[in-house]
């Protein structure tokens, strides 16, 4: 047994305008969020490319999160809207992948909604702990063991 086995692995990607600072809120105004969660700032939430959620999970993630402005709110006019089709084929996917799609959410979080963001962080890391770790972790493991 690994030292990581209980550890879970979360990445939650925010992008820069508006779940960022969501985020930063939440943690100025001191709520309470558990420590499970890494998290990756970028510019919009269309800069996720679904590719590098593919690839987290391939790579040991337990959940991954992506939170952006509101539908409406991007501060690259249409860049949720994006965002918004391609997690939903991304979940598809993960689903074909063997994947549970509880892993895997899509969150709209405004620079105003601090409450909001810790939340739905909160939901989602015992989402995730309930399922456990990831199965493809678990074949990490194993190769790395072996
Ligand atoms: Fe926040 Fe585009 S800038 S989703």
């Known amino acids: 047994m690994s030292n990581n086995d ?10 820069n305008w508006c779940a960022y600072a ?13 420590t499970e969660f890494r998290q990756i700032r ?19 993630a337990d959940g991954v999160m992506v939170a952006g402005c509101h539908p409406g709110d991007c501060h690259y006019i249409g860049g949720n809207y994006r965002t918004r089709r391609r997690m939903a084929l991304l979940k598809l996917l993960l689903q074909q992948f063997g994947l549970n799609p509880k892993r895997f959410r899509l969150e709209w979080v405004s620079a105003g909604e601090g409450q909001k963001f810790a939340q739905v962080i909160n939901e989602f890391v015992n989402e995730i702990k309930e399922l456990g770790p990831s199965p493809y972790r678990k074949k990490q493991e194993v190769r790395d063991a072996g």
């Open 42 to 60: 970028t510019m919009c939430s269309a800069r996720v490319d679904p590719e590098f959620i593919l690839y987290a999970f391939k790579n040991g």
């Open 22 to 34: 969501g985020a930063d809120l939440a943690g100025v105004s001191r709520l309470q969020m558990p």
């Open 6 to 15: 209980d550890k879970l692995n979360i990445l939650v990607f925010t992008c």
